[in-house]
């Protein structure tokens, strides 16, 4: 309880000083509780997340826009080998996240800057490396999927302009990690690479009731340093987005795909040290379907399926199956007044992860509870 308290309090002030300067805002908050259990094959058996973020958008006129985030998150791992590996536990105050936006041409053109604070848990033990090795999962895809940084700093562009019926946009990111000791008692500090994100993105209206978006990014990363060494870091990665949502009834049906390519090796850290992971793509499909029911009511039930391939070893060009899940879910949104909006989200997961040649099935739930307070 004394958690919850916590985040509330931080919520709390974040709005105080955005009312009291008499700046438009949106505040927000959500509670995301999901716990995934896993057959025999694993280094763990039940991995649990518990998270509390808390949002605040303020508009500082017509030009400047901020936008603040953090949050709370425990995470709990049970052994499946508790004499080789103790059941672990980590919590604290995720790291604080900071965007500062000048509308260069409102509506078509924005540059920013962007920050984050590591007030998250940066340092961890040796055998709490296999939390992190657990929720950095992209099968499941938790709430929160590293639990503390350096901090990093960067910035940014993105612009749109119409294209006949469509519009066009393209942004570009840079952001450059600091450094910080990721494992007690040891010395080596670890200075993720700097990385440059360029997305293209093309939307618009393919009939009176069909709306349609795409999008392709491709994110460079340097190599990592490791003490006096430099190492294989996340890589180069090439992502593709794809929806079209089209009005059925009292209701909008929507369909989805996204496409993850990693093109070099990710190093992950272990259980007995690093391990390389070399080439991988991670493909979704989804859909969902936006049930407006009045009263301010929508219900919404959805379906996602995700497949992850990867080259069993460095080097190999053949991607083979590591992995499937399918998510299934009903959100209910409503509009409380002018003011409020609340949500209650139910999601299901099933899947498996193949692990030394052998599927590893497992299944899982999360629950969360979503409040948003525009004045």
Not at 271 to 280: E, N, S, T
């Amino acid at each position: 309880m004394r958690h919850a308290t916590l985040v509330l309090a931080l919520s709390v002030v974040f709005t105080a000083v955005a009312q009291g300067q008499g700046f438009d805002f949106t505040g927000r908050a959500a509670y995301f509780a999901e716990s995934y259990t896993f057959d025999d094959g694993l280094a763990y058996k039940n991995v649990s997340e518990y998270t509390w973020p808390v949002g605040l958008n303020v508009s500082l006129g017509r030009r400047f826009d901020l936008a603040l985030s953090t949050g709370y998150v425990i995470v709990r791992l049970e052994s499946a080998v508790p004499n080789q590996l103790p059941d672990q536990r980590l919590s604290g105050i995720m790291d604080t996240e900071a965007r500062l936006s000048y509308n260069v041409v409102p509506g078509r053109v924005v540059i920013f800057g962007t920050g984050v604070i590591p007030t998250g848990i940066q340092t961890v033990s040796t055998e709490q490396l296999s939390i992190l090795g657990a929720i950095a999962s992209d099968l499941i895809g938790f709430t929160a999927t590293t639990l503390g940084t350096g901090g990093t700093v960067g910035g940014g562009f993105a612009g749109a302009v119409p294209l006949g019926k469509f519009a066009i946009g393209i942004s570009g990111t840079f952001t450059n990690p600091m450094s910080y000791v990721p494992v007690v008692g040891d010395s080596k500090a670890l200075i993720p690479g700097a990385e440059v994100r360029l997305r293209v993105g093309l939307e618009g209206p393919l009939s009176r009731r069909t709306y349609f978006r795409t999008a392709v990014i491709y994110a460079a990363r340097k190599q990592d340093v490791v003490g006096d060494s430099t190492q294989n870091g996340v890589g180069d990665r090439f992502i593709a987005y794809v929806s079209a949502n089209h009005t059925i009834g009292p209701g909008t049906a929507t369909l989805f795909a996204f496409d993850v390519f990693r093109n070099s090796a990710t190093l992950e850290p272990g259980l007995v040290g690093a391990a390389i992971l070399p080439r991988g793509n991670l493909l979704a499909l989804g859909g969902r379907y936006d049930w407006r029911i009045g009263f301010g009511t929508t219900v919404v039930p959805r379906v996602e399926f995700r497949v992850s391939t990867a080259a069993p070893l460095e080097g190999d060009t053949k991607l083979l199956l590591a992995g499937q899940s399918v998510r299934y879910g009903l959100d209910i949104r409503r509009q409380f007044g002018r003011s409020l909006i609340g949500a209650l989200q139910v999601d299901g997961l099933s899947g498996f992860i193949v692990q030394a040649g052998e599927r590893v099935g497992m299944h899982g739930y999360r629950v969360s509870a979503h409040a948003e307070w525009r004045p």
